[in-house]
Every structure is written in structure tokens, then in C-alpha cells.
């Protein structure tokens, strides 16, 4: 063990209940307990991550914290059989980053059951690119495919589309053959989500349906929601027949108000996402698609790379809908990637 001490982000909660983040150094000991010392090489943020960050008590409730849902890196210590010293390893979701230390660290300890061996024509930066986000929008894909959804059946609806999770939706869903429709409130970034694979791009106020009726005309055979509430509503209204809508976010805030018509009558199935704690034979399935069949091209046009100290600012950009694409964190530059 060559470290002694870490730099991480670091969030402490202050005396007037406001939160503060700052770069820091950290003891090695303090640490939780894990079965596997990591050095992180990268990580990357997420919506979570943002919320965790600025002190959401639904995310993180005990603060000193370091956030950090993803992590990719180096096994330095193992006290388990299924992982040696020098493993290349993936953690993302399970508790990272919400109660336990997270990837915006140096280092972090966790237990065998969270880690996945990166898988061989992956690299640490590439699966930071992907990241929760991308985990989360291959999930979302597997489940729509799952559930029957083909690309003969006509349009696939993304929301919150230039996104984490949003835009590896509409990227993986162009690598299937699926026509897309991108819905954004980033209307300047239509090249960017044409060039990723979406047939049309449009203003997601198109899609916020406000007449309350009970059945829209049905336009989607599928949907991947990344931003909930009445936009989720509207698109469960606008799904065809037999037609699937998965659900993954609550960027618009946790509630849905909708009505039981368009399940009963039009036998619309909706699919809950839930990345944090996908069984591990689903996680290592949806790992080596990611690295094989579902493997961008351009995984590099999708995102920017940045320090712990360039993060807060991405988070306060993240929190206003603002980030565009995937942001990954370099822990170690100095090192061969
Ligand atoms: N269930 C899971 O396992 C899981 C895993 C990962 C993420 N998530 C959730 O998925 C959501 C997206 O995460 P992310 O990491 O992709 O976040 P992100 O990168 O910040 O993307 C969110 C996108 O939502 C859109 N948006 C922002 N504010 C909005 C508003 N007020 N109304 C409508 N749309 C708005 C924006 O896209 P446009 O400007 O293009 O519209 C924004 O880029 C979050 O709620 C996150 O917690 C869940």
C-alpha cells in the first residue's frame, strides 16, 4: 500500500444546515470496510451524485460524505478470493456514494458483491463514459426488448434526451435499428442528437400534454423517461397498443399523476428501472453488451473530462438542466490510461 491519505470531494453539512464542498484530504482508515481497497482511475456524475452532493437527506443522510455513485479502477488490497491485487474493476450503484464513500476519491473500499471485473475491450475511462448513466439506459433497452418491443413497431420516445442516461438511450437505440424521437429542451443541440441516432428531435413541450384527457393519440410503440412526473404521464397517455414505457427518473420530481385507462384499455405496460441493485447476472449481462454489441463508436463525442475541482460546477450546471451529454471525472491522470 503505497497511499496514506486520499484526495476526494468531500460534502460537510454546516452548523445552518447549508452544505459545503470542498477537494480535501482524507486518512486511508477512514475509509468504510470492504472486502476491496480500490485506487479509482475515473468515475463520472450523475443525477444522484448531484442531489447527494447538495445535501438531499433522500440520497445521503449522514454527512461528512464523499459522493460518487460510479467508480472504475486498480484492486490495491483483496480479501477475497474472487479479486487479486491489479484487477481492472467496474462498481456502480449498490450503496456507492449515497451512505457509503463514493468514486469522487482516490480511493474507495467496498464489498466483493458490488465489483465487476471490467470486461477485456473496455477501458476504465471508456465504462466511466457509460457509467450509471449508460448502465441505466442499457437496462432500460434490454427491458423494452424484453417486454417484445421491436423496431418494426414503429417510434421510441427518449426523454430528457441530450442527458446522461437520455443520450446513450437514444445512441443504443440506433445501434438496434429503432427510429428515435429525441425530446429536449435543448433544441440547439438537435445535430448533436441526430448524430447520435434520433430520427427527429423535439421540444419536449410538445410532448407535455396539459387537456387531462385520459387517452392521447397513440404515437410511441416504446419510451425511455428519464425525467418523470407530467411528462411521463403524457407519454404513458400517447403509447400505442401493447406499447411499453419504462421509467427510470425523477428529474421533474418524485410523483406521477396519471389515470388507469391506458393500461386497461390499450394494455400499455410500464417498467420500473432500478440500476442501483440489478441482480449481478442481469449486471454482467448488461456490462459485456455494453463492451461487445452495444459498444459506441463514438463514445468520446459524448462527454467532457474533468478534475474534483472543476466538479462542483458541473454539479450546481447538472441541477439546472444544464449538462449536455456524459461529464468524467479523472481521478489519476498522471497514470496510463
Ligand atoms: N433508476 C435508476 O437506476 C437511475 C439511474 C440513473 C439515473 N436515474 C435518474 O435518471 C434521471 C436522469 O439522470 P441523468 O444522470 O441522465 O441526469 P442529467 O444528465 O442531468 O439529465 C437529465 C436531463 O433531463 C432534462 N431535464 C432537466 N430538467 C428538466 C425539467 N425541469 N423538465 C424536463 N426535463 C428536464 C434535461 O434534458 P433536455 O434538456 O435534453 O430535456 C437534462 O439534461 C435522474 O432523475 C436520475 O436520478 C435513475
Known amino acids: 500500500m503505497s497511499a496514506s491519505t486520499f484526495q476526494c470531494l468531500l460534502v460537510n453539512e454546516l452548523a445552518d444546515d447549508s452544505f459545503r464542498r470542498e477537494v480535501a484530504r482524507q486518512p486511508i482508515e477512514a475509509l ?33 460524505h464523499i459522493p460518487g455513485v460510479d467508480a472504475a479502477g486498480i484492486v ?19 450503496d456507492l456514494g449515497s451512505n457509503t464513500w ?5 480511493f474507495i473500499r467496498v464489498p466483493a458483491e458490488w465489483t465487476v471485473p471490467l470486461p477485456h475491450s473496455l477501458s476504465m475511462r471508456e465504462s ?21 418491443v421491436k423496431p418494426s413497431d414503429g417510434e421510441i420516445l427518449v426523454t430528457g434526451a441530450t ?42 413541450k410538445s410532448i407535455n400534454d396539459t387537456t387531462h384527457r385520459p387517452l392521447l393519440s397513440g404515437r410511441w ?3 425511455i423517461d428519464t425525467v418523470g412526473g407530467k411528462y411521463l404521464d403524457s407519454a404513458i397517455r400517447s ?10 427518473g425523477n428529474v421533474t420530481g418524485g410523483d406521477l399523476q396519471t389515470s388507469i385507462y391506458p393500461f386497461i384499455l390499450r394494455g400499455v405496460n410500464l417498467l420500473g428501472i432500478g440500476s442501483a441493485f440489478c441482480p449481478m447476472d442481469t449486471r454482467l449481462k448488461i456490462w459485456n453488451r455494453l463492451a461487445g454489441s452495444w459498444k459506441l463508436p463514438d463514445l468520446n463525442s459524448l462527454h467532457e473530462e474533468i478534475t474534483l475541482h472543476e466538479l462542483d460546477n458541473r454539479i450546481r450546471l447538472m441541477l439546472k438542466g444544464g449538462v449536455k451529454g456524459r461529464v468524467l471525472v479523472n481521478l489519476n491522470s498522471e497514470a496510463p490510461q
Open 221 to 223: 410503440a416504446g419510451v
Open 32 to 64: 468504510p470496510s470492504g472486502e476491496l481497497l480500490i485506487r479509482v482511475h475515473f468515475s463520472s456524475l450523475n443525477y444522484k451524485d448531484a442531489l447527494s452532493a447538495t445535501g438531499n437527506k433522500g440520497v445521503t443522510r449522514r454527512y461528512p
Open 163 to 204: 442527458g446522461g442516461v437520455g443520450c446513450l438511450a437514444v445512441a443504443l437505440l440506433a445501434v438496434e435499428g429503432f427510429s428515435t424521437v429525441a425530446a429536449t429542451g435543448k433544441l440547439n443541440e438537435q445535430k448533436f442528437l441526430k448524430t447520435l441516432g434520433a430520427s427527429e428531435v423535439i421540444d419536449r
Open 102 to 106: 463514493g468514486g469522487f476519491s482516490e
Open 128 to 148: 466511466m463514459i457509460y457509467g450509471t448513466a449508460g448502465f441505466t439506459a442499457a437496462l432500460s433497452l434490454h427491458k423494452l426488448m424484453l417486454a417484445g
Open 239 to 248: 403509447t400505442k397498443l401493447e406499447g411499453t414505457v419504462t421509467t427510470c
Open 76 to 94: 490495491e488490497e483483496s480479501r477475497h478470493r474472487s479479486f487479486k491485487v491489479g484487477d481492472k474493476v467496474v462498481v456502480t450503484g449498490n
